[in-house]
């Protein structure tokens, strides 16, 4: 394709220019530029390749013959083939191992943790332990007692509690938790979901519109159903479901709440307990 050429200011010698004159900008002779690579001879990469080959060979015959303990997963028992009388050692990553190591990179014990320590852990009379086991269950839906308890015996104090049951202060603490168990759940509940008598005591709490709500649970939704009842049972000295506990003690049987509900006595044992009637029950709006 050929150039345009127009006068230019810059270059006033445009003007004689014709068509026919060359290029201003002479054409590069590209034979006598060097080669930018030379082709290199066949034999050149045959020697390449068969090096290649040859170191490939020997690093995988060193790594599978001459080193392979170095591709071994890690062993939690190490063996001594040196020594065939003696028993196998175990290796740093055994349980054993690892609680040592955490028992030597542990805190000093202090004075007072050592006393602590030396104290005996406080017991649970019945009543304690029901208040509990109680605040155990309402606190958080998840809590669980767990399978290996033997409901028939004390419960470990530390299972249920949140603070150290072997502190200077665990009497105090305890007071408070009995305390504030029953002042925040005045009544509470344990029922079954199908069982016509629990529905029924539901309704009779619930036509109360308390305040606050009462706290309901449903033993026969929770997975330690087999361990929570029979605990049940001996913590209030009842054989049936479903108990009603109002300030922390059990009214009677479902029997003996409908009676005291029809003659209001059920009302006044919720009130001295801190629960309020009709607390929860919508007023009417007032007409102006």
Do not use: C
Request: net charge positive; aromatic share 6%; hydrophobic share 40%.
């Amino acid at each position: 394709m050929a150039h345009r050429r127009t006068f230019s200011a810059r270059f006033p010698d445009m003007r004689n220019v014709s068509l026919d004159d060359p290029p201003l900008t002479p054409i590069p002779n590209i034979a006598e530029l060097p080669m930018l690579s030379s082709r290199k001879p066949r034999a050149y990469w045959i020697r390449t390749t068969f090096l290649a080959l040859f170191v490939l060979v020997a690093v995988s015959v060193y790594v599978l013959l001459v080193s392979p303990p170095a591709l071994r997963p890690i062993a939690f028992l190490d063996v001594d083939h040196s020594r065939a009388d003696e028993a196998a050692r175990p290796s740093r990553w055994t349980p054993e191992a690892l609680r040592l190591a955490a028992l030597k990179h542990r805190r000093p014990l202090t004075s007072t943790t050592l006393a602590n320590n030396a104290r005996p852990q406080i017991s649970l009379n019945q009543t304690q332990e029901l208040a509990a086991v109680s605040s155990f269950i309402a606190s958080l839906p998840q809590n669980m007692i767990p399978s290996t308890v033997d409901p028939s015996q004390p419960i470990d104090p530390q299972l249920v509690l949140d603070f150290d049951t072997r502190g200077p202060r665990a009497e105090e603490e305890l007071q408070a938790v009995v305390h504030d168990v029953w002042a925040r759940n005045p009544v509470m509940l344990y029922s079954k979901v199908h069982s016509p008598i629990s529905r029924e005591i539901k309704q009779v709490l619930a036509d109360m519109y308390l305040r606050p709500a009462p706290t309901i649970v449903d033993v026969d939704q929770r997975p330690d159903e087999n361990v929570l009842v029979p605990l049940l049972y001996r913590l209030t000295s009842t054989n049936e479901l479903p108990i009603l506990l109002i300030g922390g003690r059990t009214v009677g049987s479902p029997r003996e709440i409908r009676y005291l509900a029809a003659k209001g006595e059920l009302q006044r044992l919720i009130t001295d307990a801190g629960g309020v009637i009709d607390g929860a029950r919508k007023k009417k709006a007032k007409k102006l």
